[in-house]
């Protein structure tokens, strides 16, 4: 199979003809999908609780959907010789999961608390990795990405409990949106 970015007629700067006409077919699908996560970004952004609630929610029906499963695999492999700690890591993810499907306000700070932590490893990260980079061109902006990255980590976490309430829904509402106006502009490309 050819690289369509090595082929000779192909021009830097503009997508493979490939990828064009593969958006082209389907450009209904992406306008649609796009002006959805639009739409629910802006929705998230003007009502961040709900957005943070309903996120958890998601997160804990996933847990008991992925708890259910693991204990009936648990239940399965009963020759296996560690059935019990498999039992014992569903029960786990079970009660996780029905802490956060079904008690809306609990969880929040919890999860809040791994996003600061997450932003503040992956800030750390990116400054260490742009810092041993400095001969390569932009290595800066990989500094400020994750210096940036880092303090906000900081912020959420040292705002506890208050930003639980509002930083969940304010970073899905920024990420939907952001992907939402992508994929509109992309459709709209072609």
């Known amino acids: 199979?050819?690289?369509?970015?090595?082929d000779p007629g192909h021009q830097p700067g503009?997508?493979?003809?490939?990828?064009?006409?593969?958006?082209?077919?389907?450009?209904?699908?992406?306008?649609?999908?796009?002006a959805a996560l639009l739409?629910?970004?802006?929705?998230?952004?003007?009502?961040p609780l709900v957005?943070?609630?309903?996120?958890?929610?998601?997160?804990?029906?996933?847990?008991?959907?992925a708890g259910g499963i693991n204990l009936w695999a648990a239940f399965q492999t009963r020759s296996w010789g560690s059935t019990i700690w498999n039992a014992l890591i569903a029960v786990l993810s079970l009660?996780?999961?029905?802490?956060?499907?079904?008690?809306?306000?609990?969880?929040?700070?919890?999860?809040?608390?791994?996003?600061?932590?997450?932003?503040?490893?992956?800030?750390v990260f990116e400054v260490l990795i742009g810092l041993q980079n400095r001969?390569?061109?932009?290595?800066?902006?990989?500094?400020?990405?994750g210096a940036l990255?880092?303090?906000?980590?900081?912020?959420?976490?040292f705002g506890l409990p208050s930003t639980a309430e509002w930083a969940l829904g304010l970073?899905?509402?920024?990420?939907?949106v952001s992907s939402g106006i992508s994929l509109l502009m992309l459709s709209r490309s072609v």
């Open 14 to 34: 503009q997508p493979p003809e490939e990828l064009l006409e593969a958006i082209r077919a389907h450009k209904g699908w992406f306008t649609f999908l796009g």
């Open 149 to 157: 990255s880092l303090v906000l980590g900081i912020l959420l976490m």
């Open 39 to 47: 739409i629910a970004g802006v929705v998230a952004l003007l009502f």
């Open 51 to 65: 957005a943070s609630i309903a996120a958890k929610v998601m997160v804990g029906w996933i847990m008991l959907v």
């Open 1 to 6: 199979m050819s690289d369509p970015l090595n």
């Open 171 to 176: 970073m899905l509402g920024i990420h939907f």
């Open 95 to 123: 009660a996780v999961g029905v802490y956060l499907a079904f008690f809306p306000m609990t969880g929040l700070v919890a999860l809040t608390l791994l996003l600061g932590l997450t932003f503040a490893a992956q800030g």
């Open 135 to 145: 001969q390569t061109r932009g290595w800066g902006f990989l500094v400020l990405s």
